[in-house]
């Protein structure tokens, strides 16, 4: 039934949001409508990145614990030693049958995290 899908984040600095996941996560940057809304994406994952225009609804502060976008990585050490040395500060990690989550925040605070299922 679906063919693919994606998520849109609301950003607060539109800038340090696409600098964040194009340069320390290292997704590829796909389109971009300068200052308003870009997107990434890795294989099987695309994301928005939104600043709202005026008058739009967007980013409210202290909602960003309801969503979380995971991303699967063939060794979990050397994905958390990259971004590691590329700033991220990861929050926990975590083992649960033989699945490994590492999680992390966006500048915005929206919880992300990575996954190595062994």
Avoid: W
Wanted: with cysteine; net charge negative; glycine share 12%.
């Amino acid at each position: 039934m679906f063919k693919s899908g994606n998520v849109t984040v609301m950003v607060s600095d539109f800038n340090k949001a696409v600098q964040f996941y194009v340069e320390t996560l290292g997704l590829q940057l796909q389109h971009q409508v300068e200052g308003h809304f870009a997107q990434v994406e890795v294989p099987g994952l695309t994301i928005g990145l939104l600043y709202p225009a005026a008058g739009e609804q967007g980013f409210q502060q202290g909602k960003s614990e309801s969503i979380s976008i995971g991303f699967e990585v063939q060794e979990l050490e050397s994905a958390i030693g990259v971004l590691k040395s590329r700033g991220v500060e990861f929050q926990h990690i975590m083992e649960n049958n033989g699945t490994r989550l590492a999680h992390f925040s966006d500048p915005d605070g929206n919880l992300l995290y990575l996954i190595c299922n062994r």
